[in-house]
């Protein structure tokens, strides 16, 4: 078993955990404790995000303001235990998937949520990773153990089921792990390179073609299998404007003592190939999470279950013609993290990159950016340890 992949296959595994059923309205009241900025960030503050706790099974609604983190609410989640977390692109629903199936949260005033749907699942799936397209209209997700991504059709104005009558459409894979999915960011009903990407551990990355427009998003294109270094494909993104695709592998670079490599891709009209150069040392045994920015990239890297991993800091320049592009990596970087580093987001005034750790020390950490380059400001708990953190979120 690789270690980056620890968290993720846990979660597969976990016996049921027994929460408040028919409990979403319910909420913890605001902290009256905050964690102030070790850094100099105390004038900053950042938008509402989400942090999905499992082994405590809940969600924390939480913002950072003038440097210190504050808690909106902690939602326990329904029956069942929490695997994954999304939120839509329009900043109106958020959905949490558990072992009793896909819940959404309607999204109200100061972040807080409800649970919607009259408290029941949307979709029986225990989806181990999930994403919304930007139309609003889909939610694709993936279930370890099964070769198959599905489709649910959604109304982007509810959140819920387009029809009480929808067939998840379903395309099958290759191979049964399901990692990690990501979906081209500017999906649209007349985009011709728009893809869905999985990352399947050893079973290495699938493309399929995304047009939201059809009644079968995925196309009925087929799929293409991505270049495999022959390590384990544990992550995938897109970058803000379609033009590049990330894997990040665990053995990417073998002569390497730390492995993990992040591989780059240029997404073609026709075809997507891989960037000169490709892949780049990020550190640790094997990259967890991707975060594409316009100019810069950060990869969170494990570098084992009981050890504290890192994230990568790259700056991205352009060079070449519109029709044979050549874009340039340059490392700004690494800086230690917690334990097994499992998901990065920006917050929406783009003050903070926040990360969490599933091994916790500490549960979440808040960056400042400059140019690239991060700087510790905040290490704080997002619950009553050990929660597990596995996911988060930040509204748009």
């Known amino acids: 078993m690789k270690s980056g992949n620890w968290a993720r296959l846990l979660i597969v595994a976990a016996p ?12 913890q009241a605001p902290s009256t404790t905050t964690t102030t900025c070790t850094s100099n960030c105390t004038k900053l503050s950042s938008g509402v995000f989400y942090v999905l706790n499992q082994k405590t099974n809940q969600v924390a609604a939480l913002s950072i303001n003038s440097g210190s983190l504050n808690t909106i609410g902690t939602y326990p989640l329904p029956l069942g235990g929490a695997l994954a977390m999304v939120l839509s692109p329009n900043g109106s629903f958020l959905y949490i998937s558990t072992l009793n199936g896909i819940y959404v949260y309607t999204i109200g005033s100061g972040g807080v949520l409800t649970l919607g749907n009259g408290s029941a699942a949307i979709s029986a799936d225990q989806a181990t990773t999930m994403q919304v397209d930007a139309t609003n209209s889909w939610l694709v997700v ?22 009480s009558s929808e067939q998840e459409q379903i395309v099958t894979l290759p191979a ?29 990355t699938e493309e399929i073609h995304f047009s939201p427009s059809n009644a079968n998003p995925f196309g009925g294109k087929g799929n293409t ?9 544990n992550a995938v993104a897109v970058d803000p404007s379609n033009l590049l695709f990330y894997i990040g592998e665990s053995d990417a670079l073998p002569a390497d003592a730390a492995s993990g490599g992040l591989r780059a891709f240029i997404i073609g009209a026709t075809s997507i190939t891989e960037n000169s150069g490709s892949p780049y040392s990020s550190g640790g045994t094997g990259p967890t999470a991707i975060l594409p920015q316009t100019d810069y990239v950060y990869v969170a890297n494990t570098a084992g ?19 044979a592009p050549v874009y340039t990596f340059a490392s700004l970087g690494t800086l230690s993290s917690g334990i097994d580093p499992i998901g990065m987001a920006v917050d929406s005034k783009g003050n903070f990159l926040l990360g969490v750790n599933a091994g916790g020390d500490p549960d979440l950490e808040a960056y400042t950016m400059s140019s690239g380059i991060l700087t510790s400001a905040l ?9 597990q953190a596995i996911a988060i979120a930040a509204a748009p």
């Open 16 to 27: 049921l955990l027994i929460g408040l059923s028919g409990c979403g309205n319910f909420w």
């Open 142 to 163: 993936g279930v370890s153990g099964v070769a198959q991504l599905n489709a649910i059709h959604l109304s982007p104005s509810t959140g819920l089921l387009a029809s």
């Open 176 to 204: 049964t792990t399901v990692v990690q999915l990501a979906i081209s960011p500017n999906d649209s009903s007349s985009c011709t390179d728009c893809y869905v990407f999985v990352a399947m551990g050893t079973g290495g």
């Open 225 to 233: 299998p991505v270049l495999n270094s022959g390590g384990g494909a």
């Open 305 to 323: 279950s009981s050890a504290n991993g890192k994230i990568a800091s790259f700056s991205l320049t352009s060079s070449g013609t519109s029709s």
């Open 379 to 387: 290490s704080v708990a997002t619950g009553t340890d050990p929660v």
